[in-house]
């Protein structure tokens, strides 16, 4: 059994940050969170987020596995305005999710979730730790797409800088210390990434968020930030670009 | 990928290490050093491309390589999306950045912990679906950081389309394997299933699949649930491998794919009539619907299905496929597809209508010659002859051997015909009796009109006789 009832934002939120990285997910449910956890089709990112029963104005659920296609469910909310209400209810005997947005129910079959595995959250040494909000880093994020594929996420005892590489130009975005909330690092880490991954799940950020940086040298980068007011983990790994060595 | 609760009997014994491959000892030595290659620098040839006709285990080959070398891997399917941009999207970015494992284990190139993409049905790539794949397919080799499997039946298809894969590329032939490769592979099934199979029928399947392995195991598993006697039956007898190994993936189109547009088309691909392949589906739809109310519908389709087929019978238009075939795809995805949770594996049961109608071939042909031997005699049609004079003769029959000897003297009549008058097995004691008894009196009398005349009046004296009731 599963019923819930909660505000239309905090699910955009949630789907827009799934929907960054797949477009079927197996969504976990229990008597007390939401969890989903998923590895995008070409293996490069990986996604855990958590919605605790208290981002919900409603909450009754056995445990359950529920094989959603994020595409659709992401279009009907579209037509909810903000501030309105959506129910959700697991109809177990016709294996559909309904979802109610005002006087409109869309009802959508589930998928079939044999097959769709699980991951376990890796357990990574990331030594550098930086603390920003999603505002700050924007700017330079949407200053590199024209420039290159990839970016370099550097942090340094002092600083901490995204850099961009093309061919003819580069983009540098650089926050020392005092511009950060937190930076924690010893010694310099540095990483290459993929930018159209990295900017897609930026801009699944909610805007006024404060998200952490882990960061090692050649290694993922972990993503973490809370959604519906500390009531949602999310927690996205990159997997580092390859250099190439040609 | 030691998945192996598989109840697809080919993906449950799909080979974990290179060594299990059947035959193709020098493809695999290849593909090994094309691996090998990988361990110290990035080689110039970063693809390897897999030739050879369905079902030899290219797939498997590829699979086993992945296993061996403990790499994590990615595989695209020609039923995924394989336009330019989704192509850019799988294998470019993932064949250039490191990998998380399915099972979220960080996978560290520069450790050696390496991805395989594989691209399954290379050569198949088209219409507007896939418009610009072949190209991508180079580009994201060309830098590619990963090592990439191209899989194709057809090498120049392929080389057609996207020419600079012949440089990026190491191309590795496959072999056929020998009928008997194929049954060493079959026997080492059935002693971990622990089934029983009779050895010819197994000699027999091996010979079939013509080397094609898949094809081999799908048979296999499509008899496994029958009586040992059946199967023989349905092996030897059914000119069997008239069925299309594609069988298996047109059912699971239908039952499990989430596009009824998708199950369509594999129909269409499939080198299949809907008249034959109506019994698959019909066979398997309570296998995999449990939902009594889509059960139903699904056989509500499959009827109107059916209802065409039947005007293509009657009016010999045979542009009614179409609608029968679409009804039997589309309309049974519909109800069906990817809302149950079936394992692929069980849909491929052979359907039990054919075996059936098999077993009861010299039944059938046995009550057809008798009708026609009696409608003669009588100078009626044969539905008279079936409807209103064969049940007197029955009757007749059992209470009265000496006119059942008469009637089969008269009408030269087979074993099979006396036995479905008498109602028993055609090799029972009564028939071998009767048949004794005609061949004595054959030698005792030879005035063959007076025995003709006797068995007519016979008959019809009998017959007022009966009338009197």
């Known amino acids: ?246 | 990928m030691g998945r192996n609760n598989h109840l697809d009997w080919t993906e449950r014994y799909r080979p974990s290490n290179l060594s299990e491959i059947i035959g193709n000892g020098s493809a695999v030595k290849q593909l090994r050093s094309w691996a090998d290659s990988w361990a110290k620098k990035r080689p110039k040839k970063k693809g390897a491309i897999l030739v050879g006709p369905p079902g030899i285990g290219k797939t498997s080959a590829a699979h086993a390589l992945a296993n061996e070398y403990g790499w994590d891997m990615i595989e695209l399917n020609a039923s995924d999306k394989r336009n330019a941009s989704s192509i850019d999207k799988v294998v470019g970015h993932g064949s250039r950045s490191d990998s998380f494992s399915e099972e979220g284990e960080f996978r560290s190139s520069a450790r050696g912990e390496l991805k395989l993409i594989v691209f399954d049905e290379a050569d198949n790539l088209f219409g507007r679906e896939d418009y610009g794949g072949a190209k991508a397919i180079v580009q994201a080799m060309r830098s590619s950081a990963q090592p990439i499997i191209l899989i194709v039946n057809d090498y120049y298809e392929l080389t057609r389309r996207a020419s600079g894969v012949k440089k990026l590329a190491m191309t590795i032939y496959m072999e056929i394997p020998s009928a008997n490769q194929v049954l060493n592979a079959l026997k080492i099934i059935i002693s971990k299933e622990q089934i029983e199979i009779p050895s010819e029928v197994l000699v027999q399947i091996a010979k079939n699949s013509e080397g094609d392995i898949r094809a081999a195991i799908n048979d296999l598993q499509s008899i496994a649930h029958l009586r040992p006697d059946q199967m023989s039956e349905v092996v030897m007898d059914l000119g069997w491998r008239d069925i299309p190994p594609q069988t298996y993936q047109v059912l699971e189109e239908i039952f499990l794919s989430k596009d009824p547009s998708e199950a369509r088309k594999a129909l269409i691909r499939l080198d299949e009539t809907p008249d034959k392949f109506i019994l698959w589906v019909d066979e398997n739809i309570p296998r995999v619907i449990k939902d009594a109310r889509a059960r139903s519908s699904a056989f509500d389709m499959l009827s109107r299905s059916d209802i065409f087929l039947g005007r293509v019978g009657r009016r010999q238009h045979y542009r009614f496929w179409a609608y029968s075939s679409e009804l039997m795809s589309m309309g049974i995805a519909v109800v069906s597809g990817g809302k149950f949770d079936v394992y692929s594996g069980t849909i491929r049961r052979f359907p039990e209508y054919l075996i059936k109608m098999s077993q009861s071939k010299s039944r059938r042909n046995a009550l057809k010659t008798l009708i026609s031997k009696i409608a003669k005699e009588h100078h009626t049609s044969s539905e008279v002859a079936r409807e209103s004079i064969i049940p007197y003769i029955r009757s007749l029959c059992i209470s009265n051997t000496e006119f059942a000897v008469e009637l089969a003297m008269e009408l030269e009549l087979q074993p099979g015909e006396i036995a479905l008058l008498l109602g028993v097995e055609s090799d029972s004691d009564e028939v071998e009796r009767i048949m004794n008894m005609t061949e004595g009196a054959d030698r005792s009398s030879s005035e063959d009109d007076e025995g003709k005349d006797r068995a007519d009046r016979c008959v019809e004296g009998q017959q007022l006789s009966l009338f009197e009731f």
Not at chain 1, 178 to 190: F, G, I, M, P
Request: with cysteine; net charge negative.
């Open chain 1, 1 to 246: 059994m599963f019923q819930a009832r909660t505000k239309a934002d905090t699910l955009k939120e949630l789907i827009a940050i799934v929907s960054t990285l797949v477009d079927e997910a197996k969504f976990s449910i229990s008597s007390e969170k939401i969890t989903l956890r998923a590895v995008d089709p070409a293996h490069v990112a990986m996604l855990d987020v958590q919605l605790k029963k208290d981002a919900f104005e409603e909450y009754k659920a056995d445990e359950v596995d529920l094989g959603v296609d994020v595409a659709k469910i992401d279009q009907f909310l579209r037509l909810a305005r903000a501030g309105d209400i959506v129910d959700l209810a697991h109809d177990e005997d016709k294996r559909r999710l309904n979802v109610i947005v005002g006087n409109t129910t869309k009802r959508m079959s589930l998928i079939d979730t044999t097959g769709m595995t699980e991951p376990k959250v890796p357990n990574l040494n990331l030594p550098a730790k930086v603390s920003l909000n999603i505002e700050d880093i924007m700017q330079g994020i949407r200053a590199s797409e024209s420039v290159s594929d990839h970016v370099a996420l550097v942090a340094t005892p002092e600083y901490f800088e995204l850099i961009c590489e093309g061919d003819t130009d580069q983009v540098q975005l650089k926050l020392a210390k005092d511009q950060l909330v937190e930076l924690e690092a010893k010694e310099k880490a540095r990483s290459l990434f993929p930018l159209e991954y990295f900017s897609n799940i930026m801009k699944s950020v909610p805007s006024g968020t404060k998200l952490t940086f882990s960061l090692g040298v050649d290694y993922p980068v972990k993503i973490e930030f809370s959604i519906a007011g500390e009531n949602g983990e999310v927690k996205y790994f990159l997997a580092p670009r390859i250099e190439s060595g040609d």
